[in-house]
């Protein structure tokens, strides 16, 4: 093991900007480490209802928020098998990898699933989206905020209204978004708007989250085979009395409620969205100014994450490995993407000057492998 990326007393000195799991800040790693009642306990529900409320004001809603001992794919996967009935149909609509994933758990769970899959670096427009639903009828629609692959973020504002005029259910993946840009669930009317916590929360993976519409609570009383760990209206039944049906992860659940105090006590909400956009935007001054392309289209690039183009037609792995022998790990292109593309993280507690020592690194690297190709 390197002992640039691994130390057994301090653990990993890498730091991440990757899009998750990302750096998390000492004093929530030392929220982890601190003693806790059982899942049974007054405290323990104490802090339930404060993890819970604190989602709320994250999302803006007064739908319930449930908390999943799982990452966002078992969310994924509960949304598909709480909410879909067997004579029913339900939209994907696909972006990158990660809505194609959730195509895929439809058929796998042997829903009847179809795919509109729009080309990579586009995001769905409202025309696409209008014109899929007119189609056919379909009870429930899903589609991500950011695309992690493409680095797309698709206009939710506009797109989930047109949804609830179809008179379907809407289910957001917000995994590489939410507490990093302003999700207005109530507003919009989203049913479900899932994550895992280890993208712009800044906390460990192991726990995942999710608003519940009352609507899709309802819902799940008439699909049958939903099985039982994920059953939203289980979940519901005993997140009402701030307890989980089983053991949940206390100690992530601690080191949650201390960073949304932290979110919304501290940086505040509106400042960290604001942060957000700031690192989203200083990425793609730094990525014109050196001639590499974003892969979204303009206007549609996430805050979260910037997809670039391999335009200068660089070794990626080489940089990559340049980069981290610097201490810092940004990714390659994800799926299909890989060396077309490379991927820099900017979510979490990562701050516009964390960045600008980071992109000041990565550009020597790139200068280096470009002059090495012209001799
Ligand atoms: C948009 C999106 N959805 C789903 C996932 C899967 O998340 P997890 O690994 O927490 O299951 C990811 C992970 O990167 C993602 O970015």
Redesign the pocket.
């Known amino acids: 093991m390197s002992e640039v990326h691994f130390d057994k007393e301090k653990g990993s000195q890498i730091k991440l900007f990757t ?2 799991p990302v750096e998390v800040p000492e004093r929530v790693l030392n929220e982890l480490s601190k003693p806790n009642d059982t899942h049974r306990s007054k405290p323990y529900s104490e802090m339930h209802q404060m993890a819970v409320e604190g989602l709320q004001k994250i999302l803006f809603t007064k739908n319930e928020c449930l908390l999943f001992t799982s ?4 969310i ?1 996967e509960a949304c598909v098998r709480n909410l879909i009935k067997d004579d029913e149909k339900a939209l994907f609509m696909s972006i990158g990898d ?1 809505g194609n ?1 959730w195509h895929k758990i439809g058929i796998a769970n042997g829903k009847i699933s179809s795919k509109k899959e729009i080309e990579w670096g586009t995001a769905v427009k409202s025309d696409i989206l209008q014109e899929e639903l007119s189609k056919d009828k379909y009870s429930v629609i899903f589609l ?1 905020s ?3 692959s493409t680095g797309v973020y698709n206009p939710i504002d506009e797109l989930v209204p047109i949804i609830k005029d179809y008179g379907a259910l809407a289910c957001i ?1 917000a ?2 978004s939410m507490a990093g840009i302003k999700i207005e669930v109530d507003k919009l009317g989203i049913d479900v708007c899932l994550a ?1 916590v ?1 993208k712009c929360f800044a906390l460990p ?1 192991g726990l ?1 989250v999710a608003s519940v519409s009352d609507a899709a609570i309802e819902k799940t009383t008439q699909v049958k085979n939903r099985g039982l760990y994920f059953d939203f209206s289980e979940l519901q039944k005993k997140n009402k009395v701030n307890q989980s049906p089983n053991t949940p992860p206390i100690p992530q659940i601690r080191a949650m409620v201390a960073q949304l105090d932290y979110i919304l006590n501290q940086e505040g909400l509106e400042n960290r969205f604001k942060r957000h956009a700031q690192l989203g935007k200083r990425t793609r001054i730094w990525a014109r100014e050196l001639n590499l392309e974003m892969f979204p289209e303009k206007g549609y690039e996430s805050d979260t994450v910037s997809t670039i183009k391999n335009t200068l037609d660089i070794d990626v792995k080489e940089m990559l490995k340049l980069l981290l022998a610097k201490g810092y790990r940004i990714v390659n292109g994800y799926g299909s993407l890989v060396d077309k593309t490379f991927r820099i993280g900017h979510m979490g507690e990562i701050t516009v000057r964390d960045l600008e020592k980071m992109l000041i690194a990565l550009s020597d690297i790139l200068a280096k492998l470009q002059l090495e190709k012209l001799s």
Do not use: I, L, V
């Open positions: 899009p998750g990452s966002a794919t078992g994924m990660f994933r991500q950011c695309e992690t993946d995994t590489s895992s280890q993976p995942a």
